[in-house]
C-alpha cells in the first residue's frame, strides 16, 4: 500500500529543464516545524543516497511550510552516551552532509524563512545558499549544552571567518539574511527566493555538468589541504575534460558561432 505523501517527512522529486537536464528537489515537508526528528534524519538520508546512487545534473533543497526548520526534536539527544553521541554525529557527516557535498553537480538550497540547527548546517553543506529577505539562520545547540556538530561552525568559518562563526555559534542568536549575505554565508537575498532558486538550479543544469564537477573537486582539494593541494591536482582534474563531448562541443560551437551558443549534455 502507498503511504499517504502527508506521512512522509521529505519529497524527492525529479523533474526536467526546458533543455532536458533532470533536477532533483528535495523538499522537507514534515508538519509545520519541520523538525528535524528521526523521521527526518531517516528520510533524508535515504534522500541523500538516492541522489548518490543516481546523480542529476542539479539539486535544489527546499521546504514547505512558513519555516524551513525550527531545528532538532530534542528528544533525540536526551540520556545519549559520549560514545552515542559521537556515533550520532559520525552518522550524520556520513550519511548526509558529506555524501551532499560529494555529488557531482551543483546543488542550491532555497530559504524563504527560519533556518535552524540541523537545516543550516545540511545547507552550510550546499554549494550555494539563497535566502528570502525575511528569512533568518541560526545554530542554537547552546540552548542545550551543545556545539552544532553537522559541520556547521568550520563551514560557517570557511565562509565568513571564525571569528564570525564564533560570535554565531557561541551567541545562539538569530541573524537575518542581509546580514548572512554580508558575510558571505549567504550568496544572493531574493523576494520570491523559490522562484529565483529553481530559476537558478535549472540554469546550472543545463550548463557543462563535467565541468562543475571539476570545480567542486578543485575546491574540495582547497579546502582539505590549501592552494598548493588544490593545484596538485587540477592538472588531471580539468584535463580530463579535454575528452568529454560537452567541452569538444562547446569549443566548436565557439569557434564557430561564437560564445554563449553551446548546449550541454553533462557527457
Same mark, same amino acid.
Given at each position: 500500500?502507498? %503511504?499517504?505523501?502527508?506521512?512522509?517527512?521529505?519529497?524527492?522529486?525529479?523533474?526536467?529543464?526546458?533543455?532536458?537536464?533532470? /533536477?532533483?528537489?528535495?523538499?522537507?515537508?514534515?508538519?509545520?516545524?519541520?523538525?528535524?526528528?528521526?523521521?527526518?534524519?531517516?528520510?533524508?538520508?535515504?534522500?541523500?543516497?538516492?541522489?548518490?546512487?543516481?546523480?542529476?545534473?542539479?539539486?535544489?533543497?527546499?521546504?514547505?511550510?512558513?519555516?524551513?526548520?525550527?531545528?532538532?526534536?530534542?528528544?533525540?539527544?536526551?540520556?545519549?552516551?559520549?560514545?552515542?553521541?559521537?556515533?550520532? =554525529?559520525?552518522?550524520?557527516?556520513? %550519511?548526509?552532509?558529506?555524501?551532499?557535498?560529494?555529488?557531482?553537480?551543483?546543488?542550491?538550497?532555497?530559504?524563504?524563512?527560519?533556518?535552524?540547527?540541523?537545516?543550516?548546517?545540511?545547507?552550510?553543506?550546499?554549494?550555494?545558499?539563497?535566502?528570502?529577505?525575511?528569512?533568518?539562520?541560526?545554530?542554537?545547540?547552546?540552548?542545550?549544552?551543545?556545539?552544532?556538530?553537522?559541520? #556547521?561552525?568550520?563551514?560557517?568559518?570557511?565562509?565568513?571567518?571564525?571569528?564570525?562563526?564564533?560570535?554565531?555559534?557561541?551567541?545562539?542568536?538569530?541573524?537575518?539574511?542581509?546580514?548572512?549575505?554580508? =558575510?558571505?554565508?549567504?550568496?544572493?537575498?531574493?523576494?520570491?527566493?523559490?522562484?529565483?532558486?529553481?530559476?537558478?538550479?535549472?540554469?546550472?543544469?543545463?550548463?557543462?555538468?563535467?565541468?562543475?564537477?571539476?570545480?567542486?573537486? /578543485?575546491?574540495?582539494? =582547497?579546502?582539505?589541504?590549501?592552494?598548493?593541494?588544490?593545484?596538485? /591536482?587540477?592538472?588531471?582534474?580539468?584535463?580530463?575534460?579535454?575528452?568529454?563531448?560537452?567541452?569538444? #562541443?562547446?569549443?566548436?560551437?565557439?569557434?564557430?558561432?561564437?560564445?554563449?551558443?553551446?548546449?550541454?549534455?553533462?557527457?
Amino acid at each position: 500500500m502507498t %503511504e499517504p505523501a502527508a506521512a512522509h517527512p521529505t519529497r524527492l522529486e525529479r523533474v526536467r529543464t526546458d533543455a532536458g537536464a533532470e /533536477i532533483a528537489i528535495l523538499t522537507f515537508a514534515h508538519g509545520p516545524l519541520n523538525l528535524f526528528d528521526q523521521a527526518m534524519f531517516d528520510a533524508v538520508q535515504a534522500d541523500v543516497a538516492a541522489l548518490a546512487e543516481d546523480p542529476p545534473r542539479a539539486v535544489l533543497l527546499r521546504a514547505e511550510g512558513k519555516v524551513v526548520s525550527a531545528g532538532v526534536d530534542v528528544h533525540l539527544f536526551d540520556g545519549l552516551t559520549a560514545e552515542q553521541g559521537a556515533d550520532l =554525529w559520525q552518522e550524520l557527516f556520513a %550519511e548526509i552532509c558529506h555524501p551532499l557535498e560529494a555529488l557531482p553537480c551543483p546543488v542550491v538550497y532555497a530559504a524563504h524563512g527560519l533556518t535552524l540547527t540541523a537545516a543550516f548546517e545540511i545547507a552550510l553543506a550546499c554549494d550555494i545558499i539563497l535566502a528570502a529577505r525575511k528569512a533568518k539562520f541560526g545554530l542554537v545547540e547552546t540552548v542545550v549544552g551543545l556545539t552544532p556538530s553537522m559541520g #556547521g561552525p568550520q563551514r560557517l568559518a570557511e565562509r565568513a571567518g571564525s571569528g564570525r562563526a564564533r560570535e554565531l555559534v557561541m551567541t545562539g542568536d538569530l541573524f537575518d539574511a542581509a546580514t548572512l549575505h554580508a =558575510w558571505g554565508v549567504v550568496n544572493a537575498v531574493h523576494e520570491d527566493v523559490d522562484t529565483e532558486a529553481r530559476a537558478l538550479t535549472a540554469r546550472l543544469a543545463d550548463g557543462p555538468t563535467r565541468a562543475h564537477d571539476a570545480t567542486k573537486q /578543485i575546491i574540495s582539494a =582547497w579546502r582539505s589541504g590549501g592552494v598548493a593541494h588544490a593545484d596538485s /591536482i587540477t592538472p588531471d582534474v580539468s584535463g580530463a575534460l579535454f575528452e568529454t563531448e560537452d567541452l569538444r #562541443g562547446a569549443v566548436r560551437s565557439f569557434l564557430d558561432v561564437g560564445p554563449g551558443k553551446a548546449t550541454y549534455r553533462g557527457r
